[in-house]
């Protein structure tokens, strides 16, 4: 039997306004070293803030790891209470800092 | 006479809440195209948002280029009026789509 090889998902973070840019960031960094890889969701400037904040703590804690991140935003239309909203997704992956120059 | 190899040093963009981003989209995607790479800068979240979005549109501008985008937050402290505020800054630099799989 064939083993067949899947694409791997990453898993999403929805940030919110309220969401603590702390913990979020100590979410991204568990998930980019176990991973690799992560997706981070947000909706509205008060979220996409928090979500940012979030990734520039994470670079620090990545640090001790030898990691670093980097971000590629996009748009993405989610549904919130049956209403099409468009979001901001910033696909983040990690590479070793060793990596480059 | 030797000459004298300077870092380059990227150019800087500053975006606040009123910025238009398709403006700020096709000025980064223009730097990127010249120079490889531009830092961003926003203070307060209505201007960080309107920086990742101009990012968003920056990489649909590239992708005719063959070119597309990747961007590090981080924290900076800036002086504005004699008042020191912390701001985001977002490195970004380009590279050829080829480059990866």
Redesign the interface.
Known sequence: MEATLQPPVPEILKVSADSRPHSVAGAIAALLRSQGRVEVQAI???A??QA??A??IA?GYLTEDGL????????VKLEVEQEERTA?K?GVYAYRLTDVQ
């Open positions: 509205g400037p008060a996409v803030n940012v904040k990734l520039a670079r670093d991140l980097s971000t590629q935003p996009a748009f901001i910033l």
